[in-house]
């Protein structure tokens, strides 16, 4: 049997359904206005608890998946506008881009294990979040020979692997994509997501009103960073998750060992987010005041490559020019076709199994 | 295959449809070299030649930028500048609503052609292809726009027996269009 070739998606790019397999969350749906007035059949007023979860300190799966009484929320389909001309040569694997990204890398790498080629190994293909959860999947693999037993290949497409003030954004300020009137609600229920904080900045993202970088306790991954009323429903247990997770992402690609081939894709076209100023104890009022740099629309190119460091700057493919947004990156075109090369090429043996 | 092959055989039997017969293996060649580089997307097209063709089709449309790749550099990031120009092909077959004679006929589709990246999200590719619908025997260059990377619009003027015919088709991403109503 030839290799498989597997599709990691980003975060909302795996629609959500309840118990009773009722999608109530699609992003594309979501994007264009369809479901503006109606998350599976649930009014406006419900939305927060709906897709809201709980997580108990100390445990990487949700206690709760819904705060909506008697129901579960969990991954249902990969939507395929965004992967579209990637879906013809890879098969998408869907989670709930919610939780812990640690629970989402053990699902993954169980899952790898249990559909593992009889010859052959796995390629990976991850856009954003997706990115993440592979890398931590190699990291949470037992032995370093584990991980490239199972995977010969991965290219991580517009990977926030140093984190993006994105998220920092929606669990600020809360985002618009559920329409202007849930702001509040979008916001509430993204301060129940640990996904949304592990993909917080890992650089000093907080400057003070001088431009200076502010001090560990004031940047946003510390609860020093959520002054008063700006840190109502911040939890420490969710800050906390993502300080172990932003250790655990240093040197990206240390544990795909040396039969692996890796690629890391990153668009350098867009003005993505970076900093934003904090004066006292106030931070910003809205997402315009803050400071970017070229990237693909949410991850900074050259903020993530000086994360990286020279071994991860070796497997970048830094696309200048006209890349498409990071929501669109995987169906950019020159995105597919050096993908699909890139899976052509020969990889070193496969290390002998455990 | 066996309904392509009939659809050929019937284009073949028709004078006016050699033309057309002529140009579609080369039509589909670039297509088909198109095709696998830039991976494929499953299309929806509806499509309507003046008086030759109204029909839905369904097919594949493929794309491969045209340029290399920069090597690996001894040290550091490789760094590309997107590859703006690309050849698109497609394939796809359907029914024909609007055919000479009173019966539905099978219907091709073929294409070939160049797209620009023009950088907008909204409208995202800009070019021009030259189309064919078999057996109704129209053969022409049509323009084609993508908007949001999803959705093409396609005008031409076809031609058949020298005769011109005003062409329009919307040809959609069917995960596109999954996602909105599945």
């Known amino acids: ?354 | 295959m066996p309904v392509i092959a009939h659809a050929f055989r019937r284009l073949e039997s028709r004078p006016r449809g050699r033309l057309a017969a002529r140009l579609a293996p080369a039509l589909l060649l670039s297509g088909l070299l198109a095709a696998p580089a830039a991976g494929q997307s499953p299309r929806l097209q509806v499509a309507w030649v003046d008086d030759q063709v109204l029909g839905p089709l369904v097919g594949i449309e493929g794309r491969t930028p045209i340029g290399s790749e920069p090597e690996q550099p001894a040290s550091g990031p490789i760094v590309m500048q997107t590859r703006d120009w690309m050849l698109t092909g497609e394939a796809a077959v359907g029914v024909n609503l609007n055919p000479d004679d009173a019966d539905v006929e099978v219907l091709l589709y073929l294409h070939g052609g160049v797209l620009y990246r023009t950088g907008s999200d909204m409208l995202s590719r800009v070019g021009g292809v030259v189309a064919a619908y078999l057996p109704a025997g129209v053969v022409g260059p049509a323009a084609r726009v993508e908007l949001a990377g999803a959705v093409d619009v396609q005008a031409g003027w076809l031609f058949k027996r020298g005769h011109g015919h005003l062409h329009l088709a919307l040809d959609v991403s069917t995960r596109f269009l999954c996602d909105l109503f599945c």
Not at chain 1, 67 to 73: A, F, I, S
Not at chain 1, 310 to 317: G, I, K, Q, R
Not at chain 1, 325 to 331: D, I
């Open chain 1, 1 to 354: 049997m030839a290799d498989r070739t597997l599709l990691v998606p980003g975060t909302q790019a795996t629609n959500l359904a309840d118990q009773n397999g009722k999608i109530v969350y699609n992003a594309v749906r979501v994007s264009v206005g369809l479901q503006k007035d109606d998350l599976g059949g649930r009014p406006p007023s419900e939305w927060q608890a709906l897709l809201s979860t709980e997580h108990r300190p100390g445990l990487w799966a949700p206690t709760k998946t819904s705060l909506e009484p008697g129901t579960e929320v969990t991954e249902h389909s990969v939507v395929g506008t965004p992967y579209d001309r990637m879906l013809s040569f890879a098969e998408p694997w869907p989670y709930d881009w919610r939780l812990d990204m640690r629970y989402n890398a053990l699902k993954l790498l169980r899952y790898l294990e249990r559909n593992a080629p009889q010859e052959g190994r796995w390629n990976l293909i991850a856009h954003s979040q997706g990115g993440i959860i592979i890398v931590l999947a190699s990291k949470l693999a037992s032995r370093v020979d584990d991980f490239a037993h199972l995977v010969g290949r991965v290219v991580l497409v517009g990977a926030p692997l140093a984190g993006t003030m994105r998220a920092t954004e929606a669990i600020l300020w809360g985002s618009t994509g559920l329409g202007a009137d849930q702001v509040d609600a979008a916001r509430g229920m993204a301060r129940t997501w640990p996904a949304l904080y592990q993909m917080m900045p890992s650089w000093r993202a907080v400057l003070d009103k001088d431009g200076n970088e502010a001090p560990d306790d004031q940047q946003l991954v510390q609860p020093g960073g959520w002054p008063g009323a700006w840190g109502t429903g911040i939890q420490d247990d969710l800050l906390l998750r993502t300080r172990e997770v932003q250790a655990l992402l240093h040197g990206p690609m240390s544990n795909f060992g040396p039969s692996m081939l890796a690629r890391a894709v990153l668009g350098k076209k867009q003005m993505s987010p970076v900093t934003l100023v904090r004066n006292g104890n106030d931070l910003p009022a809205d997402r315009n005041q803050m400071a970017s740099q070229l990237g693909d629309s949410l991850v900074p190119a050259q903020r993530t490559l000086d994360w990286g460091g020279t071994m991860y700057a070796n497997h970048v493919l830094l696309l200048t020019g006209k890349p498409e947004r990071h929501a669109m990156l995987c169906q950019d075109e020159d995105v597919v076709a050096t993908t699909k090369k890139f899976l052509k090429q020969k990889t070193p043996p496969a290390p002998a199994s455990a």
